[in-house]
């Protein structure tokens, strides 16, 4: 028994929003199912409901859920469909959208903004996003 | 006695929203010894060489993270200390003792929150429970390991926002040695600082992020490579969720492996490093060396790493 998950919505990673499908089987979670079809979409974080990088909204379907960080989601959102794919149960084909995201803190040197002219950092745009200080 | 003041990192309580899951973890599979449950549900743990009662303490809630770190002082009298000093600086806040025997067979515990959001806990008493030899003629290690079985609880790594004034809280007051640190951009602020009570490359290290009291990891100590290895073996043998590993760092050069406990607080196991008296210079990374500096082999930034916190 499996039932399929679909991304609705660009999610991290993908060309399109059709593009983003995958099965998962009765006895594993949403992004247990993901990542052992070496699919993308969901951020992956800690896989244990702690982190919150993995955040979802189902749009559609029937599931259930594991004990799940309050800090990452808050009991009325969990009435709205908010879960944590590494708590996600589907009990039916489900359509869900990506929330969470890998936090910006450090980001790839390519990604990054170089800070102003400077010589020195000019052509190796800093690896460490500190704009939050500004 | 030499080494004087702080002695080391004596506990790390955690966060876990699964306390049968968690006790598996932190006993089946890293092979830490329960010493204790208390009558609010925690379960306190050891390392098998580790002679004091405790030195990771679970909680069961709803959230994930580190509730506190604990250190312990040489003596009373270090402790009434370094209480006033911490006071008279005005570094930390929420001070307040925490009465003996909160924790069993501790003493009274000062508890203080840094600049970083991090609750920290000072006390000079704990029970010695041993490690399972005798201290006359022992041997090497006892009977009856399981798992990994790291030696000791060795550090922290913590995320927040205000690094400067916690390094000036560590380092001025409490005496600690900054060994290695990552600078960033043309003004060479500090990101990242990582400092010792002892000779360690560190007994705890801070990532400045906006922020206020996240957890990235506890580490614990293994023997050699090969152990870390066999960690990497027992993490898959027991679907353990795995981080990144087995690889090497930069900074402190340690070998190392990084997996989640059940509630997704990171736990890391590594052997290696340096011995850190307090006059070896300061090891300094730039940002744009960082992927090396944090993995050695990858040389590249691993987002996975750097962003998931509890």
Known sequence: MSHRIRIVGLADGLPSSESASFEVRADEHALCGMERLGRRGIPVGCRGGGCGVCKVQVVAGRYHTNKMSRDCVSSVEETQGYALACRLYPDTDLDIRVVGKMGRAFTKAELSPSQGGDSVTAGKSPAFDMSWRN | ?310
């Open chain 2, 1 to 310: 006695m030499a080494l004087t003041g702080v002695l080391r990192p004596g506990h790390v309580a955690l966060r876990v929203l699964d306390m049968e899951a968690s006790i598996h973890h932190y006993t089946h599979v890293m092979g830490l010894l329960e010493t204790a449950r208390d009558d609010q549900g925690r379960v306190f743990l050891k390392a098998w060489d580790e002679h004091d009662h405790h030195s990771v303490v679970l909680r069961e809630t709803d959230s994930a993270g580190m509730d506190y770190m604990g250190w312990r002082v040489d003596s009373n009298a270090t402790l009434e200390k370094f209480a006033k000093d911490i006071e008279e600086s005005g570094l930390a806040s929420e001070l307040s003792w925490v009465a003996a025997d909160e924790h069993p067979q501790t003493g009274r515990r000062f508890r203080f929150t840094t600049s970083t959001g991090h609750v920290m806990e000072l006390y000079a008493e704990k029970g010695k429970v041993g490690n399972g030899m005798p201290t006359l003629n022992p041997d090497i290690y006892p009977d009856g390991l399981k798992g990994m079985s790291p030696s000791r609880f060795d550090h922290c790594l913590l995320y927040g926002d205000d690094l400067d004034n916690t390094m000036k809280l560590f380092i001025e007051i409490l005496g600690f040695t900054l060994t290695e640190q990552v600078i960033a951009g043309p003004d060479k602020l500090v990101i990242s600082a990582f400092m010792t009570c002892s000779n360690k490359p560190h007994d705890v290290a801070f990532i400045r992020q906006p922020c206020k009291g996240k957890f990235h990891h506890a580490s614990f100590l293994l023997d050699n490579w090969g152990e870390v290895l066999k960690a990497a073996d027992l993490i898959s043998r027991n679907r353990v969720s795995l981080d990144i590993g087995p690889t090497r760092h930069g900074i402190t050069r340690g070998e190392t492996i990084y997996f989640f406990d059940p509630s997704g607080n990171r736990n890391e196991v590594f052997s290696g490093g340096y011995i850190s008296y307090p006059d070896r210079p300061v090891l300094t990374w730039t940002d744009d060396e960082l992927g090396r500096a944090i993995f050695y082999h990858d040389r590249k930034l691993n987002e996975a790493f750097l962003s998931v916190v509890t």
